[in-house]
Every structure is written in structure tokens, then in C-alpha cells.
């Protein structure tokens, strides 16, 4: 199935409030081109199921450092690996 028909999306959350997990959360500084206004984390652990149609505008990406370490944990963390 292609990813345009999918109905629900899988959401990693974002918060500020950080934590010393470094395998599930990965810290992400505040830049241009993210869309983060202070230092935040993807909490790898809190994962969520939401209907496509009430996703937003884009408000930033990640670079592929980062991006590498977000699949990683994902991978570790469902038991992919």
C-alpha cells in the first residue's frame, strides 16, 4: 500500500520537557529549519496513531544525523532489530 492511502499516521511526540533516556528520547536544539523554539526531544516511547486528515502544515524537519538516531530507536524500541 502506498504511504498516500494510509487513513492514520504513527506520530513520535515532542516535548520540552527532557529526560535522561537517551535510547528512547533523542534531544533535538532549536534551529531554523526545525521549527523548535527551545530544546526538545522525540520521545521515541510515546507513540501515537492520528487520523491523516488532522495533520497540519509541516513546521520543520530534521536533518539526517538526526533522523538516523530517530529509525535507530524506533527499531530498538518496536524490536525490529
Known sequence: ??????????????T???RNAPNFRITVDPGPGNGLKS????EIDKMV?????????VIGG?????????????????CIT
Open 39 to 42: 530544546v526538545s526531544q522525540i
Open 1 to 14: 500500500m502506498r504511504r498516500g492511502n494510509l487513513v492514520t499516521v504513527a506520530l513520535c511526540l515532542v
Open 16 to 18: 520540552s520537557n527532557l
Open 49 to 57: 496513531s492520528v487520523p491523516r486528515t488532522r495533520i497540519g502544515a
Open 62 to 78: 530534521l536533518d539526517d544525523t538526526t533522523m538516523l538516531k530517530v529509525n535507530h530507536s524506533l527499531a530498538v524500541f518496536t
